[in-house]
């Protein structure tokens, strides 16, 4: 696990480094919504960041994140990998020959017609993006069972430089995986969770701000890292308003279209108005992509909601920390660790990404839930009595420094 002094540890190692870096990093650190017990690769936690560079480094890690993963899912749903029928796998900044689709086939021998996908490069939203593709499969194919396995490959992608736009995501990014499994199989409807109603996916790519705002690239000096541009917080805006634009009609009541369009007509409102929609009418549990406190509390905002819908993602962030694709289901199994799904209920999730993007899935909980999953070692520990970082007590005297101590 990422503790305060761990962290402190591997920022250290950055020699790259000055005074007002550090002032820079802890004010990040401080305001990111990340605990200590967040996770991220063990090559970097024993100090080898420098030579994750490799390939074999990478797939070292979507390794263990995959078979611990899938190993779990198909103890507990007694499911055999040869009854998958379509595999899915998302992992955006690691891309491999044979593909990491490949390697899944090959560790649990899954039948020679499975039809497998490998989608790279989809940033954060590439889960609900998976489930898209499954979902237009299911169109074509009848009785079949879906996999879609979601992760991130940071090691990497572990900047170790020191322009400030790429240092933001190593104090963001942190290591996590999930795997779901999808069918349109009738038989198995009383052992389902959730039925996907809606899902929308907005991408702005055409718009150069938009897609210039999250970025893997390469500094000055050649090293890697994930870019995360100014724009970012405009680009975010406009994505998500053109989703909700497009939700809205497909899952609100129409007394609610209709009190909206009467509310702008009568004050001439523009697109401010659209956070005048009551998506709580439609909506009983928010699940919100935790990609950053920045990024929850804007959402929240948005829509007008309360510190109780903010609480899963706030947690799930504290915990886990922005784990990309995975993100929303650790969000989600809080609720159902918390024991907030009731059958009958609706949930939103919404989740952003590189390009830019801003996708959405509307669900239908089938039965209560209470599997506490990942959750089961700590969810009883949340909501702590305060989300402070205790970076800020352990190094506030990085702030009144006028030179750097010899290290």
Known sequence: MLSTEMCGEIIQRNKNLGLEDYKFLLKVIVGSGLGEETYGPKDIIDGKELDMTSLNSGLAEVDVAFKQTLDKLFSKTKMHPSDIDILVVNVSMLSAMPSLASRIINRYKMKQDVKVFNLSGMGCSASLISLDMVRNLFKIHDDV???????????????????????????????????????????????????????????????????GCALQQEDEQGLTGFYLGKSLPQAATEAFICNLRDLAPRILPVMELARYLVNRFLHKKSD????????????????????????????GRSLGLSQYDLEPARMALHRFGNTSASGLWYVLGYMEAKKRLKRGDRVLQISFGSGFKCNSAYWEVLRGLEDKDVWEDCVDRYPPETLVNPFLEKYAWIRELTSLPPM
Not at 186 to 196: E, F, Q, T, V, W
Request: glycine fraction near 8%; aromatic fraction near 6%.
């Open 145 to 211: 069972t879906a996999l879609v396995v979601t992760s991130e490959c940071i090691g990497p992608n572990w900047y170790a430089g020191n322009q400030r736009s790429m240092l933001v995501a190593n104090c963001l990014f942190r290591s996590g995986c999930c795997a779901m499994l999808l069918t349109n199989k009738r038989s198995c409807r009383a052992r389902a969770k959730l039925k996907l109603k809606v899902l929308l996916r907005t991408h702005r790519g055409a718009n150069d701000d938009a897609y």
């Open 272 to 299: 401010s108005a659209q956070a005048g929609v009551d998506f709580k009418v439609a909506v009983d549990h928010f699940c919100i992509h935790p990609g950053g406190a920045a990024v929850i509390n804007g959402v």
